[in-house]
T-cell receptor, first 113, second 112 residues
Framework: DTAVSQTPKYLVTQMGNDKSIKCEQNLGHDTMYWYKQDSKKFLKIMFSYNNKELIINETVPNRFSPKSPDKAHLNLHINSLELGDSAVYFC????????????FGPGTRLTVL | SQKIEQNSEALNIQEGKTATLTCNYTNYSPAYLQWYRQDPGRGPVFLLLIRENEKEKRKERLKVTFDTTLKQSLFHITASQPADSATYLCALQYSSASKIIFGSGTRLSIRP
């Protein structure tokens, strides 16, 4: 069984479009995250949710809006996509306290043309 | 702001040797330091966590050290194998409530 799953795996779209990436974890974890990994391989946190509440919101354009319908799901919606949004987006989850092991999803490679 | 540097972008070593990867940070020491492995096209996978009051942690062929004086962590893979080839990321966390900050990784290649 997949622990953290994301869909889609690949997303190719035009500038200006709106797109969503879905994430689900079946580990029973309380905390979920979105990370962005750029072409230089830096992995940067974007958002963190604990039990459906936003607890970390890095300096991310407000075109990015996370939504957590329940603690097993954290979706990422991106409005008005720009070329610079092209990257790999990873969802992750962790148990009680953020020092616990982070379990990452397989990633979604977003390409904006 | 906090900076994390992993010693080199790529490291190539002979199978059977010990691979040593370095993670240096600036400013104050984190409470926790983690190491992850990332294979191409996949998400990072957790390997080891070491706390600031721990000098060393081991898991099978892996060993991590944490020197708060040098502001450095070393990650060792002994008896390296081609299957150990991957990118290794270090990550810092300053408290249990703070975000995790990742380094850019070191791509390790083990040649047969």
């Amino acid at each position: 069984d997949t622990a953290v799953s994301q869909t889609p795996k690949y997303l190719v779209t035009q500038m200006g479009n709106d797109k969503s990436i879905k994430c689900e974890q079946n580990l029973g974890h309380d905390t979920m995250y979105w990370y962005k990994q750029d072409s230089k391989k830096f992995l940067k946190i974007m958002f963190s949710y604990n039990n459906k509440e936003l607890i970390i919101n890095e300096t991310v354009p407000n075109r990015f809006s996370p939504k957590s319908p329940d603690k097993a799901h954290l979706n990422l919606h991106i409005n008005s996509l720009e070329l610079g949004d092209s990257a790999v987006y990873f969802c992750a989850s962790s148990g009680t306290g953020q020092t616990d092991t982070q379990y990452f999803g397989p990633g979604t490679r977003l390409t904006v043309l | 702001s906090q900076k994390i540097e992993q010693n080199s972008e790529a490291l190539n070593i002979q199978e059977g040797k010990t691979a040593t990867l370095t993670c240096n940070y600036t400013n104050y020491s984190p409470a926790y330091l983690q190491w992850y492995r990332q294979d191409p096209g996949r998400g990072p996978v957790f390997l080891l966590l070491i706390r600031e009051n721990e000098k060393e942690k081991r898991k099978e062929r892996l060993k991590v050290t944490f020197d708060t004086t040098l502001k450095q962590s070393l990650f060792h893979i002994t008896a390296s194998q081609p299957a150990d080839s991957a990118t290794y990321l270090c990550a810092l966390q300053y408290s249990s409530a703070s975000k995790i900050i990742f380094g850019s990784g070191t791509r390790l290649s083990i040649r047969p």
